[in-house]
């Protein structure tokens, strides 16, 4: 019989579950560095794919970047609670992240975010002319920029913006060949659950 040698103790997961959301937002190959981000649309429940860029463990704030035009703003300004969703599977580990969202596209924090990446072509994401979702006749209209409106708008940030996700409450789940665990950490405690 192989040893368990997994952390038994919630403490210890909730502290390496923060530790390992500050490692995937600065390593592109974490399971977690790409995320779900499930919002409330008009229609029911909306989710989609985000990269997270940044961790605040002592904060339990977590950073997404994206177009203040986008669809999601719409959502999140009517009702900013959302939810995200983290699977790795090289640690086996699910997290939903019960959030609320905050969306800013001015201040300090855009400002300097935006001079780190207005450079890399990862600033084209915020500056297209149209939209996200606008329909265009040809998929190459809409998305780009020419180069007097790309260099005007390195200098104002575009529809860069800041979203930041207040993490309310975990719902982590371990898939493990020795056991499937899960547990909940929020305000009221750590607690252990049925999987
Ligand atoms: C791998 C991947 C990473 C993405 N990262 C982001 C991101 O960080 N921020 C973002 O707003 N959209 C990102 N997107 C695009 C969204 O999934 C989505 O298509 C877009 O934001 C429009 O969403 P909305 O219509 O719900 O606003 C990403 C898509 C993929 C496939």
Redesign the pocket.
């Known amino acids: 019989m192989l040893q368990d040698t997994r952390l038994s103790d919630l403490t210890a997961i909730e502290t390496r579950l923060w530790e390992e959301l500050a490692r995937c937002a600065r390593d592109a190959g974490h399971g977690w560095h790409?995320a779900v981000?499930a919002?409330a649309?008009e229609d029911g429940a909306?989710?989609?794919?985000?990269?997270?860029?940044e961790a605040r463990p002592a904060l339990h704030e977590l950073v997404?970047?994206?177009?203040t035009r986008?669809?999601?703003?719409?959502?999140i300004e009517h009702d900013p609670r959302a939810t995200l969703v983290c699977w790795c599977p090289d640690m086996g580990w699910q997290l939903r992240l019960r959030c609320h969202l905050e969306l800013a596209d001015d201040g300090l924090e855009v400002t300097s975010r935006w001079a780190g990446i207005r450079h890399r072509p990862a600033a084209q994401?915020y500056l297209s002319p149209l939209a996200?979702?606008s329909v265009v006749r040809d998929p190459r209209a809409g998305g780009a920029t020419s180069s007097d409106d790309a260099r005007s708008a390195c200098v104002q940030r575009g529809h860069f913006g800041v979203?930041t996700a207040r993490v309310q409450s975990i719902d982590w789940l371990e898939v493990h060949a020795q056991g499937h665990r899960r547990a909940s950490f929020d305000t009221q405690g750590r607690r252990w659950l049925v999987p």
Not at 64 to 67: E, G, L, M, Q
Not at 70 to 75: E, T
């Open positions: 790409r981000l919002t649309g909306d989710a989609r794919v985000v990269v997270l860029r997404i970047y994206t177009d986008s669809p999601k703003a719409r959502q994401d996200p979702g979203l």
